[in-house]
């Protein structure tokens, strides 16, 4: 125990917009704090002047013509809304 | 006739020269299907109805003059995670259980050219999240050699609906071992191709720089000619790489002769069952009987390989997953009177324990005052780890190991500590950080009749290697047992 507090468990939920329960942060809380515990041995290994990377291929940006294409309707991307009304997205009072 | 256990290139000779029709093929996997899916639970939702409609249709064209190219007629497992325009893709969670996509995945438009067989979504961890299919919301997959062991994960569906021959073959994704992992705990051939190879617009992302769709099927040939149709240039994936795609069956021969192999220490060390490393030196024996040089190799980043995907891709779930908000599409709570509640309780209810602590573990990491020591880090041992491999390829042609440190175990054995869970996943992580082909073929089965799997791991764009491998030692080894199911 150590790396991670019931604190820092809370404040990351909020941050990840996850409701956890009062019970389940101790469980939560214990089992993060093993994982990261192990994860943590990165920080032992000599880095000096490496980049670190994002992506195994040399990737660029990828471009195409501006020219207009047929996409998905306005229609069918509310099919699987949970609410909508006066076609767009319903949602609860944004608070 | 029974059809269900033979292999796709088995079946479209048959179909070439009309000993069979489509129709009794699909007929035949379905009747399987009803005989054990009870026991495997390797499907989330059967297409019985329109796959034996399109079945009559193949029929149809063939009786025409129309061609028979490889997967035309064949029916096929598609894990959950790929979108399938119209049925719907669960991902096997509560979020998105109702969740019909309106499009289909790239990889499905190119099966669906073929005239390919849909059976029906197979099931799967949670968002591809764990290696024994214990995490899905439609109830655990079982393993076919033994019901009280899991078959491996996340592409457990598949794995397992191929070893009882529900399917003759299966799509799967692959971001640390989904795809070899439960291929070698089911004894079945699974590959997983270089990153970029296969689109994956279309597929549920999980860990963008890690993932990759990838085929399972009964033998090395069948994923061959499964990569010649899925293989290839997207631009709906800006990752997708710009090249001419061979046809994969040309590297099938059974002639490894002037082929180099190392086997890296670090894999066959810590942890690796005493029965899996016996039969992993087997297997190396005939490969060097084969005539290919075979020689141990230290790859010393690999110790931090599993540390490293720990932080990478939860970082990169915990930002793909952000979309899951109750919003435009999934599971929304209906209670909450206001939006962040609404957030908050879809998510709590919609996603289960291991996709929330996953999520955790990547905020936390890339949160202020964490960045550097976790996310950041990560990168740059990643890189090591990259180097590394170049290195051993500058000598080596394939890489050997183990795919699997253990046989199957125990369902319910490794689901209340997360971290024995991941432990299972050394072998086949290191792969993906670094982009690299990498196959797992039947090596055998333990004295407890449990499936073993060997590994043979590729540089980058070099799947003629590792396809050319797997074909000799699969020919040596001669597996060709059945799950007792």
Excluded at chain 2, 114 to 132: P, T
Excluded at chain 2, 320 to 325: E, H, I, P, T, V
Excluded at chain 2, 440 to 448: M, R, T, V, W, Y
């Amino acid at each position: 125990m150590g790396r991670i507090s019931k604190d820092d468990v809370k404040h990351v939920a909020k941050l990840a917009e996850l409701e956890i329960g009062q019970k389940e942060i101790e469980k939560i809380t214990s089992q993060l704090d093993k994982i990261l515990d192990y994860v943590a041995e990165v920080s032992k290994v000599d880095t000096e002047g490496i980049t670190p990377i994002s992506h195994i291929l040399d990737i660029k940006n990828v471009l195409r013509e501006d020219v207009p294409k047929k996409s998905i309707t306005q229609e069918s991307a509310l099919e699987n809304a949970p609410d909508e009304v006066d076609s767009g997205f319903k949602v609860p009072k944004i608070d | 006739m029974e059809t269900y256990y033979l292999t796709a290139h088995q079946l479209r000779d048959k179909l070439k020269k009309k000993e069979i029709s489509c129709s009794e093929i699909t007929k035949s996997s379905y009747r399987r299907i009803e005989e054990v899916e009870d026991k495997v639970n390797s499907f989330i939702r059967l297409e019985k109805e329109s796959a034996l409609l399109k079945a009559k249709e193949v029929d149809a064209l063939i009786a025409s003059g129309g061609s028979v190219e490889d997967l035309t007629g064949i029916p096929v497992a598609v894990k959950d995670n790929i979108c399938t325009k119209n049925i719907t893709t669960t991902c096997a969670s509560k979020i998105l259980k109702n969740y019909v996509p309106v499009y289909n995945a790239s990889v499905i438009e190119k099966l669906e050219s073929r005239n390919y067989i849909l059976l029906g979504k197979s099931n799967m961890d949670e968002f591809a999240m764990g290696s024994s299919s214990e995490n899905s919301h439609f109830g655990p997959v079982r393993n076919p050699w033994d019901v009280n062991r899991v078959p491996g994960g996340s592409s457990g569906g598949p794995a397992a609906a191929v070893a009882a021959g529900e399917a003759i073959c299966a799509l799967g994704s692959d971001t640390g071992g989904s795809i070899r992992q439960p291929a070698s705990l089911c004894g079945i051939v699974g590959l997983k191709p270089t990153y970029g190879m296969v689109s994956r617009y279309g597929l549920v992302a999980f860990a963008s720089s890690l993932d990759q769709i990838g085929p399972l099927a009964r033998d090395v040939e069948d994923c061959a000619l499964m990569l010649n149709v899925i293989c290839g240039h997207d631009e709906n994936d800006s990752t997708s790489i710009n090249k001419e795609i061979p046809d994969y069956r040309s590297f099938l021969k059974p002639d490894i002769k002037d082929l180099k192999i190392g086997v890296p220490s670090e894999l066959m060390v810590e942890g690796i069952d005493g029965e899996v490393k016996e039969k992993i030196l087997k297997v190396i024996s005939m490969a060097e009987d084969m005539g290919a040089e075979v020689e141990e190799i230290s790859i010393p980043s690999l110790k931090h390989a599993l540390s490293v995907y720990y932080i990478i891709a939860p970082s990169e779930a915990s930002s793909n997953l952000s979309r899951f908000d109750g919003v435009r599409y999934g599971y929304r709570n209906t209670e909450a009177r206001t939006l962040r509640k609404m957030y908050r309780k879809s998510r709590a209810e919609g996603f289960g324990d291991e996709v929330k602590r996953r999520i955790m573990i990547g905020t936390y990491c890339l949160s202020a005052g964490y960045y550097d020591e976790y996310y950041e880090k990560a990168r740059r041992v990643r890189t090591l780890i990259i180097n590394d491999f170049k290195k051993a390829f500058s000598k080596f042609d394939v890489l050997l190991s183990p795919t699997s440190p253990t046989t199957a175990f125990k369902i319910g054995e490794k689901t209340e500590d997360p971290l024995t869970m991941y432990l299972s996943d050394i072998c086949t992580i290191p792969v993906n950080l670094a982009g690299l082909p990498a196959i797992s073929i039947p090596a055998g089965l333990s004295k407890d009749g449990l499936p073993i799997g060997v590994q043979v791991i590729g540089n980058v764009l070099r799947e003629d290697n590792i396809l050319r491998v797997a074909y000799s030692l699969e020919k040596a080894i001669g597996f060709n047992d059945r799950p007792g199911l």
